[in-house]
């Protein structure tokens, strides 16, 4: 992953459905990207995301298996600083 890419970000919403109950859609690039597919487990923690604009609440996802030191940032931030 390159470094414009640690950084980038994306916005979705989570959806409802009677069938599924609360899901969160991720974009099909980012799946790619970190090379995950509807098998891969996750890890979610929330997070405030500062930029120009301001704070904003936001989460951090991760594969489950994965150790601290290998997970990849999509925050933008170091969850160890």
Known sequence: MSSNEKHKTWTTTLKETPELGTYLEIPPE?????????HTELRWSETEICSEDGE???????????TSSNKPNLSGTNKNE
């Open 56 to 66: 904003t609440q936001g989460l951090v996802l991760e594969k489950a298996t994965q």
């Open 30 to 38: 980012l799946l790619e990207a970190l090379r995950w597919d509807e």
